[in-house]
């Protein structure tokens, strides 16, 4: 049990650099100076992919926690 939280803790919190993009907002952002617009798109994309994991995931955990509640006699 403690090696399977270490391992979720260990993937939530080691961030990879992630390409979002696609490929036409990368031919666009590509041509820019600075490259500053390109990081924040990409950073959007993964955030806004990030939201339907973590709810489902919240779904789950309650889900759990109601059916595996000890019933009181």
């Known amino acids: 049990m403690k ?6 803790l ?3 919190f080691t ?3 992630t390409n979002a993009q696609c ?7 590509e041509s ?3 490259q500053s617009t390109a ?4 950073d959007g994309i993964v955030y ?6 973590v709810l489902v995931a919240g779904m789950g955990l309650v889900m759990y926690t ?3 509640k000890k019933k009181n006699i």
């Open 3 to 8: 090696v399977r939280v270490l391992f979720i």
């Open 15 to 17: 961030f990879f650099t």
């Open 39 to 42: 990081k924040g798109v990409n």
């Open 48 to 53: 806004l992919m990030v939201i339907p994991y």
């Open 10 to 12: 260990f993937s939530l």
């Open 66 to 68: 109601k059916f595996n």
């Open 32 to 34: 820019e100076d600075g």
């Open 23 to 29: 490929a036409m907002c990368r031919a666009v952002l």
